[in-house]
């Protein structure tokens, strides 16, 4: 079936510091990708939707400076926390769609990210 | 708008029992997609079950069914002859025709007693 991969999927850094997650569909073309956090115990909450070649949709009251997505290609797109902090420690996961937009995402195993 | 509602916090269930997981849901798309999705302490996301909207016939996968009642707006999850395996988090989830977002539920965390 398909695979999403996510990396890294755990960081631990000092506050300031920024942190580069990639998502990558291995065996599809991933026209739209997804970025939630989910902090423990409760939902994904939807943070920004990225499509190939285009700039991301951020869900609102997510700012889009502090979170800065890449979606380059059809197979990787990247989140990078800039200067982060510890309220920014969480779980991110992402997930891709394929082209055909009735099929379910396929979620990447998260990044359980903490600072320090 | 699309709101997905599950009521559950918690439920236990017995091994060997069968547990139903409640999930609600609200669109204005006349057809859409449903998912429920499970994530177990290793935090990965799984697809247990899905439905089409315009499907009558409730979505089945092993020992994993849905009650899909459409005028209700209900979806609910059965587990048959459940497992310690089965102890996880689950989430409803929904998606428009034409939207591009899965809007999830709060989740319910099922534990199983041996």
């Known amino acids: 079936g398909a695979v999403v991969s996510q990396h890294p999927s755990r960081v631990i850094c000092k506050s300031g510091t920024s942190v580069k997650i990639e998502c990558r569909s291995l065996?599809?073309?991933?026209?739209?990708m997804f970025w939630y956090r989910q902090f423990p115990k409760q939902s994904l909450m939807l943070m920004a939707t990225s499509n190939e070649g285009s700039k991301a949709t951020y869900e609102q009251g997510v700012e889009k400076d502090k979170f800065l997505i890449n979606h380059a290609s059809l197979t990787l797109s990247t989140l990078t926390v800039t200067s982060a902090h510890p309220e920014d420690s969480s779980f991110y996961i992402c997930?891709?769609?394929?082209?055909?937009?009735?099929?379910?995402?396929?979620f990447g195993d998260g990044t359980r990210l903490s600072i320090l | 708008a699309q709101t997905v509602t599950q009521s559950q916090p918690e439920m236990s269930v017995q091994e060997a029992e069968t547990v139903t997981l409640s999930c609600t849901y609200d669109t204005s798309e006349s057809d859409y997609y449903l998912f429920w999705y499970k994530q177990p302490p290793s935090r990965q996301m799984i697809l247990v079950i899905r439905q089409e909207a315009y499907k009558q016939q409730n979505a089945t996968e092993n020992r994993f069914s849905v009650n899909f009642q459409k005028a209700a707006k209900s979806f609910s999850l059965k587990i048959s002859d459940s497992q310690l395996g089965d102890a996880a988090m689950y989430f409803c989830?929904?998606?428009?025709?034409?939207?591009?977002?899965?809007?999830f539920g709060a989740g319910t965390i099922l534990r199983v007693k041996s």
């Open positions: 989830a929904g998606k428009g025709e034409y939207g591009n977002k899965l809007v």
């Open positions: 997930s891709a769609r394929d082209r055909q937009g009735n099929q379910p995402q396929h």
């Open positions: 065996d599809f073309q991933a026209t739209t």
